[in-house]
């Protein structure tokens, strides 16, 4: 684990990229800087795809680097983008550690700063571009209340702890099963790279805790269907709910073949070339809104082929 805080390494990094940085930005075509998480994930991925594409579109040089998960790699690589000179930086923290210090860094050397799905506590950078994830959970919950009848004892497999998303898709969660009392949270757990590997193991480690289970949330669509496998090897007696959210190409296919029962889709191409145009507006130097919410929306079995077909 990364511990900066107020250190003399941190002190130096920012220095350092700032010096670096400061001296070798012109004319020119521009470039951006695509730090991302974890591209082992489909939802990253697709957003890698759009800025790629989209950012070629519009005359912009991008260079993308994968942090698969370690916040230390993630400083590293930002670092890096900025000896390169590049004029703006799109970031996805990779966890809550340290997700402040490539937005210093950014900042101490002139580059903007473009958050996706993911925002440093402490040091947003100039835009951040999410979806409204407590809203959309909220409406999942309430919908699982429905299918229910409002009853069943519910798990939660979460995100990364402390991110943005896991924060937010807990609150949404918890503030939706307040329409059922009758249905109660027993069980928590959180994973590191919100994996299908990870969804499975905590499943299974659950359903023998507990056999009763009968919805289980999986914060991202991967754990989900990790989850899903492992209520198909316990064979239960009853019905298990399981539900992701991202809408990410496995998901959606999950909820078309009935492994999931519902989801929530990202608008995730289109927040890249959000991220994209946000770029043009920073480097343009015009007065920007910070905060750019986009809907993610609840998808079951009788809207899921219009998602198959074009995603967002």
Request: net charge neutral.
């Amino acid at each position: 684990m990364l511990r900066l805080g107020k250190s003399a390494a941190l002190i130096g990094l920012i220095a350092a990229v700032a010096a670096a940085g400061a001296c070798g930005r012109g004319s020119g075509k521009k470039t951006i800087g695509l730090a991302v998480s974890n591209l082992q994930a489909d939802f990253f991925n697709m957003i890698k795809q759009s800025v790629e594409a989209y950012g070629k579109q519009q005359g912009y040089a991008v260079i993308t680097v994968d942090a698969k998960g370690d916040a230390t790699t993630q400083v590293n690589q930002v670092q890096d983008l900025i000896t390169q000179n590049i004029d703006a930086l799109i970031y996805i923290p990779a966890g809550a550690t340290a997700a402040a210090v490539p937005v210093k860094a950014a900042r101490a050397a002139g580059i903007p700063v473009v958050n996706v799905d993911r925002s440093a506590e402490g040091a947003p950078g100039d835009v951040y571009i999410r979806s409204d994830s407590v809203r959309a959970t909220k409406a999942l919950a309430e919908w699982l209340c429905k299918q229910t009848g409002g009853t069943g004892n519910a798990v939660v497999i979460h995100g990364q702890k402390g991110t943005s998303p896991e924060v937010d898709r807990t609150t949404g969660f918890t503030e939706g099963l307040k329409a059922c009392p009758g249905v109660r949270i027993t069980q928590d757990q959180w994973t590191e790279r919100w994996a299908a590997d990870e969804g499975n193991k905590i499943a299974q480690d659950m359903l023998q805790r507990d056999p009763t289970i009968s919805i289980i949330f999986g914060q991202a669509d991967g754990i989900a269907l990790g989850a899903a496998q492992a209520v198909k090897l316990a064979k239960p007696d009853h019905k298990v709910w399981v539900v992701g959210y991202d809408g990410d190409v496995g998901g959606l296919k999950g909820v078309e073949n009935g492994t999931l029962d519902a989801t929530v889709t990202q608008p995730t191409f289109t927040m890249g070339r959000m991220a994209v145009d946000a770029v043009t507006e920073l480097l343009a130097g015009k007065k920007v809104v910070a905060d750019r919410p986009t809907d993610g929306v609840l998808t079951t079995a009788e809207n899921v082929q219009a998602f198959l077909k074009i995603h967002p």
